[in-house]
Each structure stands twice: as structure tokens, then as C-alpha cells.
């Protein structure tokens, strides 16, 4: 299987699990949702980045725009929790 193969799997299967444990949980806010799935696909892009350097190239793209939608979510948290 190839590299690709494997990160997009493992990014399926974490987003799977975490969708069936925030349904167990009964969470039903669409930012808690998004702000979670953001940061597993953002950390398994930055473990996948430091195993191959073709990787890292193709994934900084990936990275950089999964860290941008995060900041927005953040940042409009921190915004309606002050307004």
C-alpha cells in the first residue's frame, strides 16, 4: 500500500472514530464537530510529513490550510465568547 494509501486511510478511520465517540458522547454543536475533526487531520498530516520528503512537500500544502480553517474556528470561539 502506498504512502498516500495509508494517510488517507488513517485519516478516514480517525475521523470515523472520533465522529462515532462525539455521537456516543451526545455532543451535537457543528463548530465542536469541525474544530475536532481540524486537528486529527492536522496532527496525522504532520506525523505523515516527517516520514517521507516527497510527503512533506505534497502535505505542507494540506497543513497549512488545515491549521488556517482552525485559527478561523478559533478565533471566531474566542470572538462570541467575549461578545
Known amino acids: 500500500m502506498s504512502l498516500y494509501n495509508r494517510y488517507i486511510l488513517t485519516v478516514s478511520l480517525a475521523l470515523l472514530l472520533s465522529t462515532v465517540l462525539m455521537i456516543a458522547a451526545g455532543l451535537d454543536r457543528l463548530q465542536?464537530?469541525?474544530?475536532?475533526?481540524?486537528?486529527?487531520?492536522?496532527?496525522?498530516?504532520?506525523?505523515?510529513?516527517y516520514f517521507n520528503r516527497k510527503a512533506r512537500r505534497a502535505l505542507a500544502y494540506v497543513s497549512a490550510l488545515l491549521f488556517g480553517c482552525f485559527s478561523i474556528a478559533l478565533f471566531l470561539q474566542i470572538f462570541n465568547i467575549l461578545t
Open 32 to 49: 465542536v464537530y469541525f474544530t475536532i475533526y481540524v486537528f486529527e487531520a492536522l496532527v496525522i498530516s504532520e506525523l505523515y510529513v
